[in-house]
């Protein structure tokens, strides 16, 4: 165990832990958008960010990625890491005006409207999906294509990629809601990656719920309980 | 072919090529670097050739093609050796004459000589051109001399005699500490101290380390790099053999950008020379140790230049930096201990080697030593390549070395470190440059960009512009740098067409406040540097753009008006036949008037007018 200094009280963390893990262990709270616990931290948001104290001066470091350190002095609500994250949610807010979980962040700091318009889409770039993807379920269908302002998500060559298995986990843990699933009938598609399929039909109900091929990747053990 | 196997036979192969070479044997020394090759230089070169041919003089005069000389402002440049005898600009129409005149006979032709501007004297040889005086060349020595495909050439001049030095009179913690002592520091902008960086990675954890030397010069106006690995290719294979054994690294790259073919190709050769020669693969020299180095071409993305995007991209990774640490000395290629510096640092270290750290902490000042190279574009009479003293003042370089600006205009501000540096004003020309002096004044020494900017630069179109060159070339990872860049450039944008408002200029300084406390990597760190050191010294200027919907310097279109001055103008009709949107009437040798309506603003009537009848507001 290691101990550092959270908004000056001792706060004890496992070694190897991140400053975010040991803030949350201890109960601070520390607002983020990219961060899931089942995916490796990926820093982008900086909605995270925390003081830590250095030889040079305070600085601002992303909770989420930066080792907890011991005898470390970091502050979580200083006026530098709150006027960093107003910014910050301003300018989601002024590219995705309408993804309500950014409304509410942006709210919740402070910042009414932005004073500049950034378009209006709801995928902020999180990468929470193609991490997912890649990550939890190992199919490896979408990437971050581009740079800067166009940087998007997208499947290989813009077009349905046989990598998708339908899973939706994309779907399940956009935190804008920007994937959308579309399930009519047997026909369930995520329109976003173009990719589409005739879903399986449940044995005993009749509804359809699963794209074959997510079936035939988690395989045997769900085809044995004959949901 | 020949094996070198041991410090001797490499000094009994040096010998061997000297004595091949007469030094009183007339040489043909034409500059192929790219800028002269975009003025010819391999036309005139074949030219040359041909005329040898032609005369039955081979064997008796060489012709070399070398890397660049640096006087790209002046080429195809050419030099006589060893007279010295400096042709500038010359055409394929002056080479049977050269060869009559100057080569056999001894004459110089007078109209290819160098008129220095200031005094109007003619300079007849290379080393009392200004350009070249106040210069003090150890990176760019050879540039001139060696035919940059040829490691004959290289060992001539002594070349890897460095690397035997180190390789079988040092052990690996000496060349470090003998690094350490030089004060040699990281020539791609941040100035970290290389022998402190190469002790991180040798003492790190692990059996595998990696070197890399960045390549991946992307800065716009800045060609350092490329000009070193186009010249003398080898002197960066032999930096990097002698950090790899002092590191400990049996493996290194070259990450180099794929827009730089002709270094790509000379490296490439370099690197097949140096195997076959044994200065590359195993044992090298003797000495047990064993290297090897591959050339990993980039694909365009400015950001692969920040060293974490730059493995990411060796990985067969998307080019996106990633938090540090861990720093590339811990965890770096693969995870293993990695070393990275850039081209002109790896060529540094064959010099510190070779005549040692005292030697080289003379040169320089105290916390900077060593010399710099930069490449000293825009608003200047001799565009170029330059390597000075740390210490040098800009005045130095922009009007000894430089010859000031063209057309007798002011020199308003120097432009330092490329997008992720900073402007300095006229006023501040008299500071010695080095890593210090040049962050209090809010610049940076970055890679060695040098744009120069005269009276007619608008302060704000201009930090405009490298604000749309990092918003496009942000990764987009985090959203202070793909979304903070981009609203800065929206800003800029509006104040230079008129639509700034009150509050913009705070706005500006608040973004970039946070876009450099929060942003991921460098790049985005540094990426609000110009619109700050604009700020800082050009106020004004935004200020009358905000305020006045005046844009100083005339540049900004929205904000400008040009107008028939009637006194002046003699109705010649010049300006009305040739303005693109028609906006100009007028009978002829009656004062013409110009629709502002219809004016587009390209500024042809201003340009063309004989009679400075023109008035631009």
Same mark, same amino acid.
Request: charged residues 25%; glycine residues 10%; proline residues 5%.
């Given at each position: 165990?290691?101990?550092?200094?959270?908004?000056?009280?001792?706060?004890?963390?496992?070694?190897?832990?991140?400053?975010?893990?040991?803030?949350?262990?201890?109960?601070?709270?520390?607002?983020?958008?990219?961060?899931?616990?089942?995916?490796?931290?990926?820093?982008?948001?900086?909605?995270?960010?925390?003081?830590?104290?250095?030889?040079?001066?305070?600085?601002?470091?992303?909770?989420?990625?930066?080792?907890?350190?011991?005898?470390?002095?970091?502050?979580?609500?200083?006026?530098?890491?709150?006027?960093?994250?107003?910014?910050?949610?301003?300018?989601?807010?002024?590219?995705?005006?309408?993804?309500?979980?950014?409304?509410?962040?942006?709210?919740?700091?402070?910042?009414?409207?932005?004073?500049?318009?950034?378009?209006?889409?709801?995928?902020?770039?999180?990468?929470?999906?193609?991490?997912?993807?890649?990550?939890?379920?190992?199919?490896?269908?979408?990437?971050?294509?581009?740079?800067?302002?166009?940087?998007?998500?997208?499947?290989?060559?813009?077009?349905?990629?046989?990598?998708?298995?339908?899973?939706?986990?994309?779907?399940?843990?956009?935190?804008?809601?920007?994937?959308?699933?579309?399930?009519?009938?047997?026909?369930?598609?995520?329109?976003?990656?173009?990719?589409?399929?005739?879903?399986?039909?449940?044995?005993?109900?009749?509804?359809?719920?699963?794209?074959?091929?997510?079936?035939?990747?988690?395989?045997?053990?769900?085809?044995?309980?004959?949901? | 072919?020949?094996?070198?196997?041991?410090?001797?036979?490499?000094?009994?192969?040096?010998?061997?090529?000297?004595?091949?070479?007469?030094?009183?044997?007339?040489?043909?020394?034409?500059?192929?670097?790219?800028?002269? $090759? #975009?003025?010819?230089?391999?036309? @005139?070169?074949?030219?040359?050739? !041909?005329?040898?041919?032609?005369?039955? *003089? &081979? %064997? +008796?005069?060489?012709?070399?093609?070398?890397?660049?000389?640096?006087?790209?402002?002046?080429?195809?440049?050419?030099?006589?050796?060893?007279?010295?005898?400096?042709?500038?600009?010359?055409?394929?129409?002056?080479?049977?004459?050269?060869?009559?005149?100057?080569?056999?006979?001894?004459?110089?032709?007078?109209?290819?000589?160098?008129?220095?501007?200031?005094?109007?004297? $003619? #300079?007849?040889?290379?080393?009392? @051109?200004?350009?070249?005086?106040? !210069?003090?060349?150890?990176?760019?020595? *050879? &540039? %001139? +001399?060696?035919?940059?495909?040829?490691?004959?050439?290289?060992?001539?001049?002594?070349?890897?005699?460095?690397?035997?030095?180190?390789?079988?009179?040092?052990?690996?913690?000496?060349?470090?500490?003998?690094?350490?002592?030089?004060?040699?520091?990281?020539?791609?902008?941040?100035?970290?101290?290389?022998?402190?960086?190469?002790?991180?990675?040798?003492?790190?954890?692990?059996?595998?380390?990696?070197?890399?030397?960045?390549?991946?010069?992307?800065?716009?106006?800045?060609?350092?790099?490329?000009?070193?690995?186009?010249?003398?290719?080898?002197?960066?294979?032999?930096?990097?053999?002698?950090?790899?054994?002092?590191?400990?690294?049996?493996?290194?790259?070259?990450?180099?950008?794929?827009?730089?073919?002709?270094?790509?190709?000379?490296?490439?050769?370099?690197?097949?020379?140096?195997?076959?020669?044994?200065?590359?693969?195993?044992?090298?020299?003797?000495?047990?140790?064993?290297?090897?180095?591959?050339?990993?071409?980039?694909?365009?993305?400015?950001?692969?230049?920040?060293?974490?995007?730059?493995?990411?991209?060796?990985?067969?990774?998307?080019?996106?930096?990633?938090?540090?640490?861990?720093?590339?000395?811990?965890?770096?290629?693969?995870?293993?201990?990695?070393?990275?510096?850039?081209?002109?640092?790896?060529?540094?270290?064959?010099?510190?080697?070779?005549?040692?750290?005292?030697?080289?902490?003379?040169?320089?000042?105290?916390?900077?030593?060593?010399?710099?190279?930069?490449?000293?574009?825009?608003?200047?009479?001799?565009?170029?390549?330059?390597?000075?003293?740390?210490?040098?003042?800009?005045?130095?370089?922009?009007?000894?070395?430089?010859?000031?600006?063209?057309?007798?205009?002011?020199?308003?501000?120097?432009?330092?470190?490329?997008?992720?540096?900073?402007?300095?004003?006229?006023?501040?020309?008299?500071?010695?440059?080095?890593?210090?002096?040049?962050?209090?004044?809010?610049?940076?020494?970055?890679?060695?960009?040098?744009?120069?900017?005269?009276?007619?630069?608008?302060?704000?179109?201009?930090?405009?512009?490298?604000?749309?060159?990092?918003?496009?070339?942000?990764?987009?990872?985090?959203?202070?740098?793909?979304?903070?860049?981009?609203?800065?450039?929206?800003?800029?944008?509006?104040?230079?067409?008129?639509?700034?408002?009150?509050?913009?200029?705070?706005?500006?300084?608040?973004?970039?406040?946070?876009?450099?406390?929060?942003?991921?990597?460098?790049?985005?760190?540094?990426?609000?540097?110009?619109?700050?050191?604009?700020?800082?010294?050009?106020?004004?200027?935004?200020?009358?753009?905000?305020?006045?919907?005046?844009?100083?310097?005339?540049?900004?279109?929205?904000?400008?008006?040009?107008?028939?001055?009637?006194?002046?103008?003699?109705?010649?009709?010049?300006?009305?036949?040739?303005?693109?949107?028609?906006?100009?009437?007028?009978?002829?040798?009656?004062?013409?008037?110009?629709?502002?309506?219809?004016?587009?603003?390209?500024?042809?009537?201003?340009?063309?007018?004989?009679?400075?009848?023109?008035?631009?507001?």
């Amino acid at each position: 165990m290691i101990t550092l200094t959270i908004n000056g009280r001792e706060v004890k963390a496992t070694e190897g832990s991140t400053i975010l893990e040991a803030a949350r262990e201890s109960g601070i709270e520390i607002p983020t958008l990219c961060y899931h616990e089942a995916l490796e931290p990926y820093g982008s948001c900086r909605l995270c960010v925390v003081e830590l104290a250095t030889p040079r001066g305070p600085r601002l470091v992303a909770s989420c990625v930066y080792p907890a350190e011991e005898g470390a002095l970091v502050k979580t609500d200083s006026e530098m890491v709150q006027s960093s994250r107003r910014v910050t949610a301003e300018l989601l807010l002024a590219a995705a005006p309408n993804a309500r979980v950014i409304r509410e962040l942006a709210n919740k700091l402070g910042v009414k409207e932005p004073r500049i318009s950034l378009g209006d889409s709801n995928c902020i770039l999180c990468g929470l999906c193609v991490r997912a993807c890649r990550e939890i379920v190992g199919a490896n269908a979408i990437s971050l294509v581009n740079r800067g302002f166009t940087k998007e998500v997208r499947p290989p060559f813009e077009i349905g990629s046989n990598a998708c298995i339908g899973c939706t986990t994309c779907v399940f843990i956009c935190p804008t809601g920007a994937i959308k699933l579309e399930d009519v009938l047997a026909n369930r598609s995520v329109h976003r990656w173009a990719s589409a399929f005739e879903a399986r039909a449940c044995k005993i109900c009749g509804d359809h719920y699963l794209a074959p091929e997510f079936v035939a990747e988690v395989g045997q053990p769900l085809e044995e309980t004959g949901v | 072919m020949t094996m070198v196997r041991t410090p001797e036979e490499l000094e009994s192969l040096k010998e061997e090529l000297l004595a091949a070479r007469e030094p009183d044997q007339p040489r043909v020394s034409v500059c192929c670097g790219t800028g002269c $090759r #975009v003025h010819g230089s391999m036309e @005139v070169i074949e030219a040359f050739r !041909q005329e040898i041919d032609k005369r039955n *003089l &081979n %064997g +008796d005069v060489s012709v070399v093609g070398t890397g660049c000389h640096g006087f790209c402002e002046k080429g195809p440049v050419v030099v006589l050796k060893p007279s010295g005898v400096f042709y500038q600009r010359v055409g394929l129409g002056d080479v049977s004459e050269i060869v009559s005149e100057t080569v056999l006979n001894g004459a110089v032709i007078d109209r290819l000589t160098y008129v220095d501007p200031a005094s109007g004297a $003619r #300079v007849i040889h290379e080393e009392d @051109v200004p350009f070249y005086r106040k !210069q003090q060349r150890l990176v760019l020595d *050879l &540039n %001139g +001399d060696i035919d940059p495909t040829s490691i004959q050439d290289y060992l001539a001049f002594g070349g890897y005699g460095a690397l035997s030095k180190a390789l079988r009179q040092m052990r690996p913690e000496e060349v470090v500490e003998e690094v350490t002592r030089s004060g040699l520091r990281g020539r791609g902008g941040a100035g970290f101290p290389t022998g402190v960086k190469w002790r991180l990675c040798r003492e790190a954890d692990g059996d595998t380390k990696y070197i890399i030397c960045n390549a991946d010069e992307g800065d716009p106006g800045a060609y350092m790099d490329r000009s070193i690995m186009e010249g003398n290719p080898h002197r960066v294979v032999e930096g990097m053999i002698i950090g790899a054994w002092a590191i400990g690294a049996h493996e290194g790259y070259v990450y180099i950008r794929n827009e730089y073919p002709l270094a790509v190709e000379n490296l490439r050769i370099a690197i097949g020379q140096a195997r076959d020669y044994g200065f590359l693969g195993q044992d090298i020299l003797g000495s047990g140790f064993d290297f090897s180095i591959q050339i990993r071409p980039g694909s365009g993305a400015f950001v692969c230049g920040e060293e974490t995007a730059l493995m990411a991209s060796i990985e067969d990774r998307v080019g996106e930096p990633r938090p540090r640490p861990p720093y590339p000395a811990q965890s770096g290629l693969w995870g293993k201990p990695t070393n990275i510096n850039n081209v002109e640092t790896w060529a540094n270290v064959p010099i510190i080697v070779d005549r040692g750290a005292e030697w080289y902490s003379q040169v320089g000042t105290d916390q900077s030593k060593g010399t710099k190279i930069f490449s000293v574009v825009g608003n200047i009479n001799n565009t170029g390549l330059v390597e000075v003293p740390m210490g040098t003042t800009l005045s130095e370089i922009v009007y000894d070395i430089g010859g000031g600006v063209p057309g007798g205009k002011e020199c308003k501000a120097v432009q330092l470190g490329g997008p992720s540096g900073g402007c300095v004003p006229r006023e501040h020309f008299d500071v010695p440059i080095d890593f210090e002096s040049l962050q209090e004044l809010g610049a940076i020494m970055g890679s060695g960009g040098m744009v120069v900017c005269d009276e007619d630069t608008c302060m704000v179109e201009f930090a405009r512009y490298f604000m749309d060159f990092v918003q496009q070339e942000s990764c987009g990872k985090c959203v202070p740098c793909r979304l903070g860049t981009r609203a800065m450039l929206e800003v800029l944008t509006a104040i230079t067409q008129g639509r700034g408002r009150e509050g913009d200029v705070a706005y500006l300084e608040e973004l970039a406040k946070q876009i450099r406390e929060s942003s991921l990597c460098g790049l985005g760190q540094t990426a609000p540097n110009p619109v700050l050191s604009t700020i800082r010294y050009f106020r004004d200027e935004y200020e009358a753009h905000i305020r006045d919907k005046h844009c100083p310097a005339h540049v900004c279109r929205a904000l400008i008006h040009y107008s028939v001055d009637a006194e002046k103008c003699t109705g010649c009709g010049r300006c009305l036949r040739n303005c693109p949107a028609e906006a100009i009437s007028g009978a002829k040798k009656e004062p013409h008037t110009i629709d502002q309506e219809k004016c587009i603003k390209c500024g042809s009537c201003y340009e063309l007018c004989k009679f400075d009848a023109i008035v631009v507001e």
